[in-house]
């Protein structure tokens, strides 16, 4: 078969499996170390309903051309593929300033790393290229001077990883980032902010070819023991319930370009991206009677088990209607026993199962409805705009005070206008969520008179919303 109908069949493939009821999984690395090769471990995989499992795979710049833990993976392919599992290979650099210096050369070097990875391991058929590039643990520098410099870095070494893997075989799929769900902005950079940053690279590059068939995304609280799979997270941050803003957000970046974007319609038109959550977790507090099998102090907030057990469950339901997400990983399995990192899975340390373990297989066996749900499209305008105002002031004002908003960064440009005339404007830049007061001073006479303000988006400036409301001066 050809290579450009080989491409053109594994982009159909895609876009029929738009849609589809995701499939469960696990983001964890114990098969990988277990002396069988996680056969054990795959039988609970099958007893919950999981059917895909996340593995990392550091590649380490210092010795370029080796895979690490090269004996661990022969041992590990064939027991999930004997076991009926799925694995999805994650690629990243082991040091954050891997691609510090030397970038062309550097991420040539990793591109031909990913390529000989996928040549080794011809049964992994999804990789994902890169880890939380975003944050600066895992890509640095993030910021200069307060702009963005880790989402051009990240463009070079996807979309070169991106060519490598499709050179190898066009149907393998390429997951892209998995993005970080917060950041300060300082040190890291938010996702949508990241996002935006990642489409000015593309754009500026001249590249036609797209960087990623689907963008990974984890998925964690701020405070494991207050917030859940309901709460919302305030623009640039992002949650379970936020998932729309990451799909505006790549709608801003790609619309336009080679970059397939998220489905809007009931039946995938063409190529379409879907969204991979490959880390999801909730930590909870360990049982007292176990605190002997785990070591060193916990470091963030945690919640119960059972509560963990409920947000899982319903983590599980909600994401399958949601057409654009095609897998929901929970990061672990089972605890890792240092409490400095995560104690977030369906067992505990020593392999005991937490409600979460028939809490997550009930869910999962159990589909839910999905009628009437409404899916995503994306916004034309801002986000949530507002504008406002007294609806009437006195002749002795001199003016009168508005204040815009909206749900994300905007340039408000805002008038008062009477009989077609503009007798004041002012222009500000206003912050998400924040009600700035802006003063249009003008000489008034009692009668009716309009305010208009318009709402740019910083990050999007496409998109515009005008909105007006009428004034009464007395």
Request: aromatic letters at 8%.
């Amino acid at each position: 078969m050809a290579r450009s109908l080989l491409i053109v069949v594994a982009a159909l493939c895609a876009a029929a499996s738009a849609g589809a009821a995701p499939k469960y999984g696990v983001a964890e690395d114990a098969p990988k170390y277990a002396d069988d090769g996680g056969r054990a471990l795959f039988r609970d995989f099958h007893t919950i309903g999981l059917t895909v499992d996340r593995v990392t795979v550091q590649w380490d710049q210092t010795n370029p051309d080796v895979i690490p833990e090269r004996a661990f993976l022969d041992r590990l392919v064939p027991a999930a593929a004997s076991s009926g599992i799925e694995l999805v290979f994650q690629i990243f650099p082991k040091q954050p300033r891997a691609f510090q210096t030397d970038v062309e050369e550097r991420t040539d070097e990793f591109a031909a790393f990913v390529k000989r990875v996928a040549v080794a391991f011809p049964e992994v058929r999804r990789f994902i290229v890169l880890n939380e590039p975003n944050e600066l643990y895992f890509l640095s520098p993030q910021l200069a001077r307060g702009r963005n410099v880790s989402a051009p870095v990240a463009l070079k070494a996807l979309a070169k990883s991106y060519d490598a893997l499709k050179g190898v075989d066009p149907g393998i799929e390429v997951i892209g980032l998995s993005l970080s769900p917060e950041a300060n902005d300082r040190t890291s950079t938010s996702p949508v902010r990241f996002l935006a940053a990642l489409g000015r690279a593309y754009r500026a590059s001249g590249r036609t070819r797209p960087l990623m068939d689907s963008l990974g995304l984890h998925l964690y609280p701020k405070d494991a023991a207050r917030q859940d799979e309901t709460t919302r997270y305030q623009w640039p941050q992002t949650g379970p319930k936020d998932l729309g803003r990451i799909k505006q957000a790549f709608h801003d970046a790609f619309a336009g370009t080679g970059q397939p974007l998220f489905q809007e319609t009931p039946e995938a038109v063409g190529p379409v991206a879907s969204l991979v959550l490959d880390e999801l977790g909730w930590q909870v507090r360990v049982l007292p009677s176990l605190r002997g099998l785990y070591t060193a102090r916990e470091n963030t907030t945690v919640t119960t088990e059972a509560r963990q057990a409920d947000v899982y469950a319903s983590l599980v339901r909600n994401l399958a209607c949601d057409q654009a997400v095609s897998d929901v990983l929970l990061f672990h399995l089972i605890d890792e026993s240092d409490l400095r990192r995560f104690q977030s899975g369906l067992e505990r340390v020593n392999g005991a199962r937490r409600p979460s373990f028939a809490a997550v297989q009930a869910a999962i066996r159990k589909p839910p409805s999905c009628a009437g749900v409404a899916q995503w499209h994306h916004l034309k305008g801002v986000a949530e705009p507002r504008l406002g105002a007294r609806p009437s002031v006195r002749v002795s004002n001199g003016g009168v005070r508005v204040r815009p908003s909206a749900a994300e960064d905007v340039t408000a440009r805002v008038s008062l206008v009477r009989d077609g005339d503009v007798l004041s404007t002012r222009s500000l830049a206003v912050p998400a969520y924040r009600r700035p007061p802006i003063f249009l001073a003008a000489q008034l006479s009692p009668g009716s008179y309009t305010i208009v303000a318009r709402l740019t988006a910083v990050l999007a400036p496409s998109r515009v919303s005008t909105i007006s409301r009428p004034l009464l001066v007395r």
